[in-house]
């Protein structure tokens, strides 16, 4: 039963165009083909990516954190409370009117200091500067040195200049030791940002993050064990080319370089357009999709490859979008850019509004037995 089954799954037809097989995959006169175990590899340097990232933040970005002026602002925390806390952690983090009507009979407390608490005990829990500082430097500095090695790599190719050539003699076009690397590499390290998952910072689109990395790890996987090697090795560059400036872009952001981050997110989303809503659809997406109908019949790993692709790139389209909604924020007023994704911190300048207001309360500054609501207390929640 079990043969069976692994010859059904392995089946030449399922993996490659008709009049091929996984025969041609095997090494012979000194050429070296790309097997399903060398996959494994990918665990251990996963791990190790893990260790190196670690000791880099802590050598490496927090120094240059503090070089570049990022500091945290200080958050008041909330006080202890049972009652507000079991709301938070099991029921909502932003309760409704209602509720918080509700949480004040409870605790006594009035409802600015309902809302208060909640404002400050939410920000406890969110991430600070010096952690996406952190976050986004490591990435920086992966995503700089995978370009340039694949650039590298790629630069004195055929394919680079003519991506036709990708399917000259496939599959049984031997694998290169720049390849090898560049694949364990980038796999490696995908693996790992999945394991960081439930540590790193959430963003709003955490849940496309996860499909993107997902696709992207079996995107890769499935290029190297049907030998679409050279394919998924310019697909790759493509996507390294534009992420090292958006990291940069957060850094400078975070330390609050202004005109630095403007500067550098312009370029990130003039590469990013370029790279992937013209390169990778109207080049590569075109050359894995398009051209092989003119040698081959369609067949299943044909359209398992190129639907993977088209997620990512329909992801690339939600992206772009969120990146030109910066663009218009930050060109015409000259602002900061904010990264879209981001979960915004509630300022605790809302408190000390809050503060005045009882302090008038005290002294009997009251219009018709209200306190005066504060206009900008209502804005911000």
């Known amino acids: 039963m079990l ?47 893990m260790i190196i990232r670690e000791v880099y933040e802590r050598t490496v970005a927090i120094p240059l954190a503090s ?33 918080l009507e509700s949480l004040c009979k409870q605790t006594g407390f ?25 976050e986004a430097s490591w990435r920086f500095t992966f995503y700089l040195l995978a370009f340039f090695a694949g650039l590298a790599a790629l630069i004195d190719k055929p394919w680079f ?3 036709k050539q990708v399917w000259e003699d496939f599959p049984k076009m031997p694998l290169l030791p720049s390849q090898y690397w ?37 995107l890769i996987s499935f290029s190297w064990l049907v030998n679409y090697i050279r394919a998924g090795t310019l ?47 109207f080049w590569i997406i075109h050359t894995t999709l398009v051209y092989p109908l003119t040698l081959y019949p369609p067949f299943l790993g044909f359209c398992f490859f190129n639907g993977l692709l088209c997620v990512l790139q329909i992801l690339h389209i939600f992206w772009a979008a969120l990146i ?23 300022t605790e300048s809302e408190d000390e509004d809050d503060q005045e207001q009882e302090g008038k309360s005290k002294n009997g500054h009251i219009q018709n037995g209200h306190t005066p609501p504060s206009s900008k207390h209502w804005k911000r929640d």
Not at 72 to 86: G, H, K, T
Not at 192 to 212: C, G, N, P, T, Y
């Open 67 to 99: 070089l570049l002026g990022v500091s945290d602002e200080q958050r008041v925390c909330a006080s202890p409370n049972p009652i507000l806390e079991s709301f938070f952690c099991s029921t909502s983090k932003d309760p409704t009117q209602s509720s």
């Open 161 to 163: 200049y003519d991506m």
């Open 182 to 218: 560049y694949y364990m590499i980038e796999l490696g390290f995908y693996i790992s940002l999945v394991f960081s998952l439930a540590s790193d910072v959430k963003r709003k689109d955490f849940k496309e993050q996860i499909v993107h990395h997902v696709a992207t790890i079996l």
């Open 235 to 281: 697909i790759m560059l493509v996507h390294d080319a534009s992420d090292y400036l958006m990291e940069s872009a957060k850094m400078f952001n975070y330390a609050g370089w202004r005109r630095t981050c403007n500067f550098i997110f312009t370029m990130f989303a003039a590469v990013f357009i370029i790279t992937r809503l013209v390169i990778l659809p």
């Open 110 to 134: 009035s409802l600015r200091q309902v809302q208060r608490w909640f404002r400050r005990r939410r920000n406890q829990d969110r991430p600070s500067k010096l952690k996406k500082f952190r």
């Open 3 to 49: 043969s069976q089954l692994h010859e059904m799954i392995w089946a030449d037809w399922i993996w490659f165009p008709k009049g091929h097989s996984w025969a041609e995959l095997k090494d012979h006169d000194g050429k070296v083909f790309p097997k399903t175990q060398d996959l494994w590899a990918t665990i251990p340097i996963a791990l190790c990516f």
């Open 324 to 346: 030109l909604r910066m663009v218009i924020k930050f060109l015409p007023g000259n602002n900061i850019v904010e990264d879209e994704r981001s979960d915004k911190e509630e």
